[in-house]
């Protein structure tokens, strides 16, 4: 994993920060809070952060943070007693909506163009290859399952992005060895490793931006295939 500094990285500092703050003028008696009642009515707040902090690092990347931080909403307000039902009598059907849901994105986004690819792994597997010439962005979300996109035949006109959430899941990617590929992000429990290195002379530059909790997700290279009889190719299948 690359030691950069990110937004989401930052936050997460800043948050820590705050919380030793308040602990530390609570034991000093300057205010008087009672922080096991405040930390367990206001955790969901931590989700929250979570879910928004992906999502502005990984707009692309839309469902899981969108998710992360309606769930998170939802428990708040549940702990404010705000909500006059028990979450927890919802979840599980709450939760098949969401797999559906998943599972229609994923298919939606099967066809992308050559250029711009999605891909949406949500209890699945599914595989990725590009062969644009002219390669500009990817999205891919894996949520329980893990996706593989070959980029090994394409190529970039200056500069691509790739924006990747991955929860209890994988990403590999798979780049020439003339990219310059930097990545940045936010780990939860998780992490990713960038195993490509700077080409001698420069190159075009991919921009990987990870969000990975509880998960993992990898960039590396690969033998450069001769085969250029399809500029996309999408399959699919359960893992």
Known sequence: M?????????????????????LLLERSGVVEVDLGTLAGTLWPLLVVLVGVTSL?????AWFGPVVITAA?????????????VSVWDYLW????????????????GRGGQEDRITAIAFWWGSERRSRSRRFRSASLTA??????????????????????????????IKVPRTWEVRTT???????????????VGGGPVLDV???SIMAGA????????????ADVRVEDAPV
């Open 2 to 22: 690359e030691a950069r500094r990110s937004l989401g990285q930052v936050l997460v500092g800043v948050l820590v920060v705050l919380a030793g703050v308040v």
């Open 143 to 172: 949520i329980m399952g893990g996706i593989d996109l070959d980029l090994r035949d394409a190529d970039i006109e200056g500069s691509a992005r790739i924006d990747v959430f991955t929860f209890w899941g994988g990403v590999d």
């Open 185 to 199: 992000g936010l780990p939860l429990l998780g992490g990713w490793e960038n195993k490509t290195e700077p080409p």
């Open 209 to 211: 931006r990870i969000v």
């Open 218 to 229: 990898e960039v590396r290279y690969g033998k450069q295939k001769a085969d250029a009889t």
């Open 56 to 60: 502005l690092l990984v707009p692309r």
């Open 72 to 84: 998170g909403v939802v428990l708040l307000l549940d702990r404010l007693d705000v909500l006059d």
């Open 93 to 108: 059907p709450v939760s098949i909506i969401l797999i559906g849901l998943g599972i229609t994105f994923g298919a939606a």
